[in-house]
T-cell receptor, first 113, second 114 residues
Framework: GENVEQHPSTLSVQEGDSAVIKCTYS??????FPWYKQELGKRPQLIID?????GEKKDQRIAVTLNKTAKHFSLHITETQPEDSAVYFC????????????FGAGTRLFVKA | NAGVTQTPKFQVLKTGQSMTLQCAQD?????MSWYRQDPGMGLRLIHY???????DQGEVPNGYNVSRSTTEDFPLRLLSAAPSQTSVYFC?????????????FGSGTQLSVL
C-alpha cells in the first residue's frame, strides 16, 4: 500500500538557522504533496503544497522541492523563528482519482532563541 | 462559517463501552475522513467518504464504523472500545472527492480508554 516516510523525527535548530525536513513516498501515481504544521494542542493546518508538474515552490521563508524520479520531497524553512516550533507533517495523494491522503510520521521542530 | 466541527473534545471510556464521535462540516465538502494521531506515528487514516452513502476503509479501520447519510455529517463509531484506541482523533474534509486539495481539520477529540 501507499507509504510516506519522513525524517528526521526531531529537529533542533538555533533561531535564524535553516531547517530541512525530508519525505519519500511509495506510490508513483502520487501527484499532490502538501505540508501541514501542527502547533501544540491545535489542529494541523496547511502551510504549503506542491504538485508534480513543478519542482519547487516558495512562500516567503518556506519552500518545498520535489524530485519525482527519486520520489523525494523536502520542506525548507529559512531564518527560523521561535514561532516556527511545531510538528510538521508531509503527505502525498493523487489529484484526479485517488481518495486517500497519506501522512508521514511527523517532525517535531524546536527553534531555540 | 464554522468549518469542521468535532464533538466531544475529550472523552474517557471503559474497555468495552461504545461511543460515537461526531463530525460536521458546513462547507458543502464532498470528501470527509477520520484520522487518529498517535505519538511517533503521524496521522493514520481510519475511514473516508467521497459523498453521501459512500464510505471506504483507510489504513487502520479495524474497530471503527462510519456512515455518511448526509453531506454534512460523518460520525465515527467505536463499537467496543479497547485501550489500543486511546488516541487523538481528527475529522478532516475537502471540497472535492478527486483529491489534490488541502484538508480542513476539526479541532480534535482526545479519547482515553481505560
Amino acid at each position: 500500500g501507499e507509504n510516506v516516510e519522513q525524517h528526521p523525527s526531531t529537529l533542533s535548530v538555533q533561531e535564524g538557522d535553516s531547517a530541512v525536513i525530508k519525505c519519500t513516498y511509495s506510490d508513483s501515481a502520487s501527484n499532490y504533496f502538501p505540508w501541514y504544521k501542527q502547533e501544540l494542542g491545535k489542529r494541523p493546518q496547511l502551510i504549503i503544497d506542491i504538485r508534480s508538474n513543478v519542482g519547487e515552490k516558495k512562500d516567503q521563508r518556506i519552500a518545498v522541492t520535489l524530485n519525482k524520479t527519486a520520489k523525494h520531497f523536502s520542506l525548507h524553512i529559512t531564518e527560523t523563528q521561535p514561532e516556527d516550533s511545531a510538528v510538521y507533517f508531509c503527505a502525498a495523494s493523487r489529484e484526479g482519482g485517488g481518495f486517500k491522503t497519506i501522512f508521514g510520521a511527523g517532525t517535531r521542530l524546536f527553534v531555540k532563541a | 462559517n464554522a468549518g469542521v466541527t468535532q464533538t466531544p473534545k475529550f472523552q474517557v471510556l471503559k474497555t468495552g463501552q461504545s461511543m460515537t464521535l461526531q463530525c460536521a462540516q458546513d462547507m458543502n465538502h464532498e470528501y470527509m475522513s477520520w484520522y487518529r494521531q498517535d505519538p511517533g506515528m503521524g496521522l493514520r487514516l481510519i475511514h473516508y467518504s467521497v459523498g453521501a452513502g459512500i464510505t471506504d476503509q483507510g489504513e487502520v479501520p479495524n474497530g471503527y464504523n462510519v456512515s455518511r447519510s448526509t453531506t454534512e455529517d460523518f460520525p465515527l463509531r467505536l463499537l467496543s472500545a479497547a485501550p489500543s484506541q486511546t488516541s487523538v482523533y481528527f475529522c478532516a474534509s475537502r471540497l472535492s472527492a478527486a483529491g489534490g486539495e488541502k484538508l480542513f481539520f476539526g479541532s480534535g477529540t482526545q479519547l482515553s480508554v481505560l
